[in-house]
T-cell receptor, first 113, second 117 residues
Framework: EAQVTQNPRYLITVTGKKLTVTCSQN?????MSWYRQDPGLGLRQIYY???????DKGDVPEGYKVSRKEKRNFPLILESPSPNQTSLYFC????????????FGPGTRLTVT | DQQVKQNSPSLSVQEGRISILNCDYT??????FLWYKKYPAEGPTFLIS?????DKNEDGRFTVFLNKSAKHLSLHIVPSQPGDSAVYFC????????????????FGQGTILTVHP
C-alpha cells in the first residue's frame, strides 16, 4: 500500500531533550516536506527536500533540522525542543514538487513541557 | 505576514446546496494554487489545483476559480454532501526569480465546512 508513515504518532517530552520524528514513504517520490499545524495558523511549511541531499527552508525552519540521505526517509530533528514547538506535525511527499498532489502522513502530536 | 488568507473560519451549508470556500493571497509571485481537505485525526488529502495561467478548473463536484487581478480564489462544491464536512486549506506555490523555489508551499488558516443533512 502506497503510504507515508510517521513515528512516533504521539510524543510528550521535556524542554531541551533532543528528539527525532521519522518520516518514510514507499512511493519513490522525489519531493518530501514537513509541516506543522497550529490553531488559527493553519499549516506552515518547516523544511522541504526536492531530492536526496537537497533540502531547503520553508516558512518556519527555526529550531528544526532535517536530512535527506536516502530517497524514502526524511527525518525531522529538534535539537533542543521548546514549548513553542508543541504542535501537530505532518510529513508529506509528492512525485515532483509542491505543485503536484502531496501525500500526507497521519501526523505526529508533539507536546514539549 | 500571512500571504495566504482564508478569512472565514467556518461555513455551514445544507446538503445538496453549493459550498463556496474563499481564499485571498498577497504574493503576486504565486503561480500554482491547490486545495486540500482534512478530516480529524488524519493527514490532509489533495482535492484540486489550478495554474495561474487558467481561471477555472473542474473535477466532478469540485471547481476552483482563480481571479488573478483580485488575488482571489474560490472552491465551489456542488452539490454538497455530509461527507464533505472537513477542514479545507488553500495553498500556493511561489515561483521565484531563477525558478529555484518549486518546493515552497504556503497554506491558509483553513475553513471548517459543515454540511447538514
Amino acid at each position: 500500500e502506497a503510504q507515508v508513515t510517521q513515528n512516533p504518532r504521539y510524543l510528550i517530552t521535556v524542554t531541551g531533550k533532543k528528539l527525532t520524528v521519522t518520516c518514510s514513504q514507499n512511493m519513490n517520490h522525489e519531493y518530501m516536506s514537513w509541516y506543522r499545524q497550529d490553531p488559527g495558523l493553519g499549516l506552515r511549511q518547516i523544511y522541504y527536500s526536492m531530492n536526496v541531499e537537497a533540502t531547503d527552508k520553508g516558512d518556519v525552519p527555526e529550531g528544526y533540522k532535517v536530512s535527506r540521505k536516502e530517497k524514502r526517509n526524511f527525518p525531522l530533528i529538534l535539537e533542543s525542543p521548546s514549548p513553542n514547538q508543541t504542535s501537530l506535525y505532518f510529513c508529506a511527499s509528492s512525485p515532483r514538487g509542491a505543485s503536484h498532489e502531496q501525500y500526507f502522513g497521519p501526523g505526529t502530536r508533539l507536546t514539549v513541557t | 505576514d500571512q500571504q495566504v488568507k482564508q478569512n472565514s473560519p467556518s461555513l455551514s451549508v445544507q446538503e445538496g446546496r453549493i459550498s463556496i470556500l474563499n481564499c485571498d493571497y498577497t504574493n503576486s509571485m504565486f503561480d500554482y494554487f491547490l486545495w486540500y481537505k482534512k478530516y480529524p485525526a488524519e493527514g490532509p488529502t489533495f482535492l484540486i489545483s489550478i495554474s495561474s495561467i487558467k481561471d477555472k478548473n473542474e473535477d466532478g463536484r469540485f471547481t476552483v476559480f482563480l481571479n488573478k487581478s483580485a488575488k482571489h480564489l474560490s472552491l465551489h462544491i456542488v452539490p454538497s454532501q455530509p461527507g464533505d464536512s472537513a477542514v479545507y486549506f488553500c495553498a500556493a506555490r511561489a515561483l521565484f526569480a531563477g525558478g529555484t523555489s518549486y518546493g515552497k508551499l504556503t497554506f491558509g488558516q483553513g475553513t471548517i465546512l459543515t454540511v447538514h443533512p
